[in-house]
């Protein structure tokens, strides 16, 4: 599963950005998104899911359903 | 070590004024030993309380000096939205109440726009000295942006000051970068210095890829804030501090702030009331926490005046303010508004202005000067404070009607001192409900026993009078200390004659909400 931003409740402040280890989220129409293709929950990066632990909004970035679970080559 | 008494001052529900009174006791005197150099009990930090180099870099500087807010101007860039804490009296969703970051409604900017606005309202507002990044996160979270910002200024209008505002929790690993951009003031928020006041302020920061809470995350904070404030001084770059004082959690505690960062250098600690209130979103206006009334306020900053020297006109603006200190102009430099501008960056013209502003000041000084020898007689205990209406310039200028905030005089015979400001503006949420303008603006300057204004019509004459405050019109568009010395001296013939009996007044209340723009409030109204 990727990650992804609930649009309705991100503030657009841009943090998740900057500690994506993948560069998978970007701006797009006013607020930030990932490319699910290119998360990788942070696995083998990191403990935690960066966009996560950086988001001042608690349960807006959340693993997408519609993905199956990132698994490490 | 904290005392078992002040562990029991900080814990209880209230201000604990006993705890405060006893920190006073043990604190009292002009701390001359500091790092800081600071020479004498100044509270306005004004020129004869600095060392004459720190006066030189701070007299222009409206953020600084309590003299320069009535002359000079600054503007906040919003190009820093990431932050690296979280804080209970922020929530970044709706808007941060305390540190004034802009609104959802606000534009975020790019490090090549904000430099474009900066230029733009230079060259509009000739006493705008001061740029500054505060936010609408912490500027340290984006470090790229904010000194590609400070680049591009320094480039093109080489004049104006530079600082920013900091949580302090990346600040030791950028202090070279700050020094290197010629940054020359930096406000660090420092609300405590023991982490277990400070696990019930911050629920967590994000710190080395991790999420920490509760006690060790305040532990990180603390220890990076102390240690980034040492490093400045050292290297000889102005540090002032900003603490919200959380009646209840930190205010008995911030005297102790006040002395650990006084002798860490910080030359100036600015202890701002919490605001809170439940539309804010934020943990303490959900949980009810309340922030200080105007007496509470004032009394833990009488009680710090020995330490740094203590500022009392910050009005807790927000991170994309324009203007001198209690205005805003910022919708009148929206992007779409500047990108169609046309610039003419006059160097020699701003400089003209300053020069001018400069000798008003000086007349001002020298009429507050004059009026005070004529107290010099008076051997009166008796202290007022006394309410002004002004637009700026040191003067009484403004109509009661028309008064967004009024500035707070604490007259004795000792002679005029600011003590603060009380906004009575509208705001558009958290208002007090029905009341009227006027019973607003009574609540919030019900401590003073006079109220010094341009023009006044009859109506409110008739209520402020029946209310026991004074309203005063006779030194309409003259120097406001020069004119209240002259007030407060007639009142204390009066008293002494007994044409008046002197009566203490009541509290007073600080109004919730950060300072908005006009373009601002017509948005919320309409929500």
Redesign the interface.
Known sequence: MAYKIVASQCTNCSACEAECPNEAISEKGGTFVIEPAKCTECIGHYETAQCVAVCPVDKTCILDAAYPRYQPA | MESPAHQEAVTSEGVDMEAIMQQVAEHKGCGTTGDSGKSSCGSSAGESDLPPEIWEKVKNHPCYSEEAHHHFARMHVAVA????I?CNYCN??YDCANESRPG?VSE?LTPEQAAKKVVAVAATIPQMTVLGIAG??DPL??PAKTFKTFELIAQTAPDIKLCLSTNGLALPEHVETIARYNVDHVTITINMIDPEIGAKIYPWI?YN???IEGVEAARILSEHQLRGLEMLTERGILCKVNSVMIPGVNDAHLIEVNKAVKARGAFLHNIMPLISAPEHGTVYGLTGQRGPSAQELKALQDACEGGANMMRHCRQCRADAVGLLGEDRSAEFTTEKIMDMEVNYDLEQRKAYQDAVELERVAKVEAKKEELQGLSGEDSDIKVLAAVATKGNGLINEHFGHAKEFQIYELSAAGSKFVGHRRVDLYCQGGFGDDTALETVIRAINDCHAVFVAKIGGCPKADLTKAGIEPVDEFAHEFIEKSAISWFKTYLQKVKSGEVAHFPRGDAEIRQGALISEGERKVCDGV
Not at chain 2, 81 to 84: F, I, K, Q, T
């Open positions: 939205p990431a932050c690296n979280q970044r969703k959802v975020r609408p996160g979270a984006n994000f890829h991790k999420r």
